[in-house]
């Protein structure tokens, strides 16, 4: 059975990968290391980009229904971070202290401005809070790999990690550009998804609780693998040709999909 996350349990995970990101930051020997997952970036850098992203969601999600994001000024007065090691954490804790509180303030249902308006997502505080997962999660991961010690991603942040990174990332409807195709993922844990590439867009779906007519779909590629693995790879942190991964079909797929900017 299919465990569904609530506002609560985002919440939740969002402080449990907020606490081990700031454990993988004050372990690190210099904030100068570099990060293997994200080319060009040091420590110090990952740490700038995840708090001030986490500021401007705050200052989304407080905002409320809007047709723009807020200007920069509402998350950001130009400071930057600081680059001591310990104002730097006090910083990140400030960060998500801000998220976690305008979250809470908002609740699951307020209306805000997203980016994913055509995805299958809605548009709310609560997805909002669901992204912070992933996206906090998946720079936890790039923290300890710097430190040299990177974990894979629970199985609770995993599984509904990729299920968000199906339903609000990879689902528009941009025109696929090329081939019609039928893509799925399968989770050792026991959770499938599928996607349709097509001239409407692409569309997501559960395998279990497929759309009309989706039943006999056969995949054109499909991956297999952890849903820690599958999230990694989806975000470019794990390559087609990871021993982790059991590809079977167009490999070219995948390639595609990976090249594939709908905002462009």
Known sequence: MRTILTFSDHLRLIDDRSTAFHAAVAAAPSLDAPVPSCPEWTLF?????????????????AAGPA?????????????????EREALLAWWSESVERLTSALREAGPDRRCWTWWGDSQSPETSGAWGRRQVAEIAVHTYDAQLAVG???????EVALDAFDDCQFTLCSTDVAWPHEPAVVEYHATEGRSWRLRLS??????SRLGEPAAGEDSDTADVSARGTASDLVLFFYGRMTPDSPKLELHGDRRIFDQLIAWDPSV
């Open 45 to 61: 850098d990952l740490v700038q980009h995840l708090g001030m992203g986490r500021r401007r969601s705050a200052a989304i999600v």
């Open 67 to 83: 047709d723009v994001p807020p200007d920069k000024s509402a998350w950001d007065d130009g400071t930057g971070a600081p680059r």
């Open 149 to 155: 010690n990177p974990e894979p991603l629970p199985d």
């Open 199 to 204: 001239g409407d867009g692409a569309r997501a």
